[in-house]
């Protein structure tokens, strides 16, 4: 399994817009510090108050204003569940990162969350890539 952490200033906040988003969350490992978004069976976001990433990061939490460490990507089944994906989650207060893309076989749109954490919504047909004619 992967458990991916990030920090959130407020949680009630953080819970309110993934729900809006389409997310959803396993409770049991839910409190008021802590929730735990599901992304699929194998992997899980673990969205912490500030005080709490703090201590597990053993150091100052980075703003994600001042950059980027991390794009988190989500796959996506088909290109209308990317759009599906961000349009609600821009409906629930998430801004646009950068410009959507499309690449006839790779289909991107991003987002960045209430935190300004940046997320990526892709879709990918590999049988679509263009096949090299040198190769």
């Known amino acids: 399994m992967m458990f991916v952490n990030l ?12 729900t809006r988003a389409g997310f ?7 409190d008021p510090g802590t929730l735990c978004m599901t992304i ?28 980027r460490e991390v794009l988190l990507a989500l ?6 569940e990317v759009d599906r994906r961000v349009d609600a ?3 629930a ?8 893309e499309d690449l006839g076989f790779l289909y991107t749109r991003t987002f960045r ?3 300004g954490h940046g997320w990526e ?4 047909d590999p049988g679509a890539i263009p096949q090299d004619a040198d190769s």
């Not at 920090?7 to 817009?17: G, I, L, Q, S, T």
């Not at 959803?24 to 839910?30: A, K, L, T, V």
């Not at 796959?75 to 209308?80: F, I, N, V, Y």
């Open 7 to 18: 920090a959130v200033a407020d949680v009630d906040k953080a819970r309110d817009f993934f």
């Open 24 to 30: 959803s969350f396993d409770e049991m490992f839910c």
């Open 40 to 67: 699929n069976e194998k992997t899980k976001v673990m969205l912490l108050h500030r005080r709490r990433f703090a201590g597990y990061s053993a150091g100052p939490v980075a703003d994600p204003d001042d950059g």
């Open 75 to 80: 796959e996506a089944g088909s290109r209308a």
């Open 89 to 91: 989650a821009l409906e």
């Open 93 to 100: 207060g998430a801004t646009e990162l950068r410009p959507g």
């Open 113 to 115: 969350d209430l935190d």
């Open 121 to 124: 919504v892709l879709f990918m």
